[in-house]
T-cell receptor, first 121, second 114 residues
Framework: AQTVTQSQPEMSVQEAETVTLSCTYDTSESDYYLFWYKQPPSRQMILVIRQEAYKQQNATENRFSVNFQKAAKSFSLKISDSQLGDAAMYFCAYRSEYIMNYGGSQGNLIFGKGTKLSVKP | NAGVTQTPKFRILKIGQSMTLQCAQDMNHNYMYWYRQDPGMGLKLIYYSVGAGITDKGEVPNGYNVSRSTTEYFPLRLELAAPSQTSVYFC?????????????FGPGTRLTVL
C-alpha cells in the first residue's frame, strides 16, 4: 500500500522569504500523480500544484514550485516570496495513475498528515 | 459553476442519532468521494463512487452509507452516530479521464457527536 509522510508538523517563515516543505512517499508503482493541497483556516482544500510522475520537469505555479526526485521518492514544495496569505496547513497527496488508466474504481488520494505553515510579518 | 457544495456547514448530533450529509457538484464529474479529517491528521477515504449507481468502500467505511442515484449528488448517511465520528467531512469530485486526476473539494462539514 502507498504511504505519504510529511516529517515537519510545523514550519515558520518570514514574510518575503522562501520556505521548503518536505514530503516523501512509498510506492511500488511507476506511474502516479503527486499533489500539494493548501488548507487555510476556512478548511477549504485548495489545490496548489500537481506533478505527473512521468514528467522529469518540476512543476511550477507562480511562487510555488516542487522538487520531484522520483528515485528518492521525494516531493518537496518550495514557496518563494512568502505572503501572509500563505499561512495554512499544507498536505502532500498521492494518486495512482494505474488505477485511472485501467478504468479502476478507486483513484482516491492518499494524504500525509500535513505541515502547518506560519508566516511572520 | 458552483463547484462542489456541501450542506450543512456545522452540525451537532447526540449519540445514536442519524443524519445525512449532502454533497452536490455541477461539473459533470463522474467520480465522487467522501473523506473525513480528524484533528491533526490528513484526510481518509470513507466511500467513493465512479458513477451513478456505483459505490464502493474506502479506508474507513464503518458507520456510514452512501448512495449515488444521479451524477450530481452523493449523500453520506450516518446511522447511530458515535463520538468517534466527530470529524470534518469533505466531499470531492473529479473526472475519470487523463485530465481527471485532480480532485476538487467542497468546503467541508464539521460534525460533533456528543
Amino acid at each position: 500500500a502507498q504511504t505519504v509522510t510529511q516529517s515537519q508538523p510545523e514550519m515558520s517563515v518570514q514574510e518575503a522569504e522562501t520556505v521548503t516543505l518536505s514530503c516523501t512517499y512509498d510506492t511500488s508503482e511507476s506511474d502516479y500523480y503527486l499533489f500539494w493541497y493548501k488548507q487555510p483556516p476556512s478548511r477549504q482544500m485548495i489545490l496548489v500544484i500537481r506533478q505527473e510522475a512521468y514528467k522529469q520537469q518540476n512543476a511550477t505555479e507562480n511562487r510555488f514550485s516542487v522538487n520531484f526526485q522520483k528515485a528518492a521518492k521525494s516531493f518537496s514544495l518550495k514557496i518563494s516570496d512568502s505572503q501572509l496569505g500563505d499561512a495554512a496547513m499544507y498536505f502532500c497527496a498521492y494518486r495512482s495513475e494505474y488505477i485511472m488508466n485501467y478504468g479502476g474504481s478507486q483513484g482516491n488520494l492518499i494524504f500525509g498528515k500535513g505541515t502547518k505553515l506560519s508566516v511572520k510579518p | 459553476n458552483a463547484g462542489v457544495t456541501q450542506t450543512p456547514k456545522f452540525r451537532i448530533l447526540k449519540i445514536g442519532q442519524s443524519m445525512t450529509l449532502q454533497c452536490a457538484q455541477d461539473m459533470n464529474h463522474n467520480y465522487m468521494y467522501w473523506y473525513r479529517q480528524d484533528p491533526g491528521m490528513g484526510l481518509k477515504l470513507i466511500y467513493y463512487s465512479v458513477g451513478a449507481g456505483i459505490t464502493d468502500k474506502g479506508e474507513v467505511p464503518n458507520g456510514y452509507n452512501v448512495s449515488r442515484s444521479t451524477t450530481e449528488y452523493f449523500p453520506l448517511r450516518l446511522e447511530l452516530a458515535a463520538p468517534s465520528q466527530t470529524s470534518v467531512y469533505f466531499c470531492a469530485s473529479s473526472y475519470s479521464g487523463q485530465q481527471g486526476n485532480t480532485q476538487y473539494f467542497g468546503p467541508g462539514t464539521r460534525l460533533t457527536v456528543l
